[in-house]
């Protein structure tokens, strides 16, 4: 057995189209589908009920809310494919893993889809939602976003960081077992949900500014305020997130860059508190991690800078899942 293929490879954030979703059972022209995921050994995925921020009246957050309601029912359904099963647990996902199966997880991005009704924070948990994505780019109502849009009206902050009704958010998602995501969120609501939250915070799909000054990416002060609450910083395949283009051309990037910033967040808050995943579907793919089917690329990579299978496992899923019962836990 191969290092990559003994390893639990959990991929955390993977966007779908909605709602023309092609069968994901079968090839498509989507960068991640079932046979993709078993072809490049991907033990389990979290696909996204993603929402764009749109005008924030009663009309567009009951909008956005069906909307991810209905995708996280889609999401759901597709752990009845043979071979796989919808997990909402970490136990369900390592048995799943032990079984040879392939996992289906389901989290909400953007709590625009939640509207004013923190309810439905506890109802997206109980359609196995592992993780809400605070904010996408806009502002909403619980938090700044790091991307404002003014064609929205946005100016540069609009809250200081989280709102109350987003302080007020923090604290239900602590107490219905739902993962913060501060991805996407700015930088001042991002180390206010740190100091809030009683459990780890998670930045799901991001990169380190220190090596790309991109506003998606997390700064020094943000990695060392993951650390100090038990979080972890997954560094994704944006290429715009990892590397800075030249003069009105495309970001170009590989997997070496990704390691890069994974090993720049290693030097500052330790191996513990870092991970991966693709934001494949959303903006994710590099030169030698194209799809979901080159997955063992990042393993070759991190086995040629000398980690080994325990250390690969960590960042894989092993910190991931580390965060995720704690989460639980409350």
């Known amino acids: 057995m ?3 293929d003994g390893t639990l490879v959990l991929d955390t954030h993977i966007d779908i189209r909605w709602s023309d979703t092609p069968a994901w059972t079968t090839e498509t022209r989507q960068l991640v589908d079932l046979p993709k995921l078993r072809a490049g050994g991907v033990n389990g995925a979290v696909f996204i009920a993603y929402v764009a921020q749109g005008k924030r009246d009663a009309q567009g957050h009951a909008a956005a809310s069906a909307r991810a309601a209905a995708m996280l029912e889609h999401i759901a ?3 009845v494919a043979a071979g796989t099963r919808f997990c909402a647990t970490p136990d369900a996902l390592e048995a799943c893993f032990a079984a040879g199966e392939t996992a289906v997880l389901s989290a909400v991005e953007n709590g ?7 309810s439905r924070l506890g109802a997206w948990r109980a359609q196995g939602a592992i993780y809400l994505t605070v904010t996408h780019d806009g502002h909403n109502d619980l938090a700044d976003s790091a991307r404002p849009k003014p064609a929205l009206g946005d100016g540069p902050a609009e809250h200081g960081g989280l709102s109350p009704l987003g302080e007020q958010a923090i604290a239900e998602m602590n107490r219905v077992g739902l993962m913060i995501d501060c991805a996407h969120v700015a930088k001042a609501g991002m180390l206010r ?3 809030l939250s009683r459990v780890p915070v998670a930045v799901t799909h991001t990169a380190c500014t220190a090596l790309c000054a991109h506003p998606r990416g997390i700064d020094d002060e943000q990695l060392d305020a993951l650390k100090a609450c038990g979080g972890i910083a997954q560094m994704t395949a944006v290429p715009a997130f990892l590397r800075t283009a030249p003069a009105g051309q495309p970001a170009q990037a590989s997997v070496a860059d990704i390691v890069d910033h994974m090993e720049h967040a290693i030097r500052r808050i330790g191996i513990e508190h870092v991970g991966i995943s693709s934001d494949f ?7 030698g991690w194209a799809d979901a089917a080159q997955s063992p690329a990042i393993t070759e990579e991190l086995a040629r800078r000398g980690y080994g299978a325990r250390e690969i ?3 894989w899923s092993g910190n ?3 965060v995720w019962r704690a ?3 409350g």
Do not use: N, P, T
């Open 2 to 4: 191969s290092l990559h």
């Open 77 to 79: 359904a597709r752990g």
């Open 112 to 118: 625009y889809a939640m509207g004013h009704d923190l």
């Open 193 to 195: 949900a740190v100091e």
């Open 281 to 287: 579907d959303g903006g994710g793919a590099v030169q």
């Open 313 to 315: 496992g960590m960042l």
């Open 320 to 322: 991931f899942i580390r």
């Open 327 to 329: 989460v639980l836990a």
